[in-house]
């Protein structure tokens, strides 16, 4: 790895808080420069997709992008272990921004996007898989994950943002995000208030899983367009279908989630500037 790429910001998620939304947000703001054709590189969390070198990847940003802040939205850059000192490495003087939300609700969230890619049955009880599949409680570890970012580039140049704001008031979550990252506010058009990336419903959910992971390995190959035009080519529509009436999350279930991050949640109080509703009760 002979180059290191500008690399101003990265928006580190973890999923579903809000990360899709900022994603489009940023692709139509002037002042920023988002990797083509793609969403999540994968670059600083999967080990066969960093070998490749910074050439790769930065093949994927436009050069005509000139005097735009370059960054990236990776969701699963949050938790990955080697992220945060991959990214140092390359870029240390990098904004890091983390988008939060109210961790039972996402976790839940992400449990029907898994029913969704057909990767658990119709049938799987959330708690259930949360014991089964232990790194989406470690995606949960806030508290962890943020210490683990600003002790790597400092806390003035770690962020968070979180997902309530964008429910509660769109502009003032813009206002954040670009001041977070380094650019001027630029208003979301109309367009920018749909609902991004929710999770559906599997028509068929072996061919829904047999579709994603091949989606998977098409994008690990780098071969992102040919991704892009099957979704545009209406084939999400044949995987999954809107719910008559969505899964909700029980009182239960969130009292459960809270219970198995109530140490890692105290710590994330201690570390927010801000307080959150869901931090503010601890005892």
């Known amino acids: 790895m002979s180059r290191v790429p500008l690399l101003d910001f990265v928006l580190v998620g973890p999923f579903k808080t809000g990360t899709s939304w900022m994603d489009v947000y940023l692709r ?3 002042g920023v420069s988002l990797p083509r054709d793609v969403k999540e590189t994968f670059f600083l969390s999967q080990d066969a997709v ?5 050439d790769s990847f930065e093949k994927l940003f436009d050069p005509a992008d000139t005097g735009r802040l370059r960054g990236e939205v990776g969701p699963s850059y949050f938790h990955a272990p080697h992220a945060p000192a991959r990214l140092h490495a390359l870029a240390p003087d990098c904004r890091v921004v983390c988008s939060l939300r109210e961790p039972a609700a996402r976790l839940h969230s992400f449990f029907l996007h898994l029913r969704q890619r057909g990767e658990i049955t119709a049938s799987a009880r959330f ?3 949360l014991s089964e599949r232990r790194f ?6 806030y508290g962890k994950h943020l210490v683990r970012w600003q002790e790597r580039f400092g806390e003035e140049r770690v962020s968070v943002l979180v997902y309530e704001d964008l429910l ?11 001041n977070a990252i380094g650019v001027a506010t630029v208003d979301a058009d109309e367009s920018s208030a749909r ?3 929710e999770s559906m419903m599997p028509t068929h959910p072996g061919v829904s899983r047999l579709g994603y992971s091949l989606a998977r390995r098409l994008r690990g190959s780098g071969l992102h367009r040919v991704v892009n035009l099957a979704k545009r080519s209406g084939v999400r529509k044949l995987l999954a279908s809107r719910y008559a009436e969505r899964p909700s999350l029980t009182q239960a279930e969130r009292e459960a989630v809270y219970d198995l991050l109530q140490d890692d ?4 109080a201690e570390k ?12």
């Open 50 to 54: 960093f070998d490749r070198g910074l």
């Open 136 to 141: 989406l409680l470690e995606t949960a570890r």
């Open 127 to 129: 708690l259930d898989v």
């Open 168 to 178: 509660a008031d769109r502009q003032r979550l813009i206002d954040r995000l670009c």
């Open 28 to 30: 139509g703001h002037p």
């Open 195 to 197: 609902r991004v990336n």
């Open 272 to 283: 927010l500037e801000r307080p959150l509703p869901w931090t503010a009760g601890l005892s």
């Open 265 to 268: 949640l105290h710590l994330l």
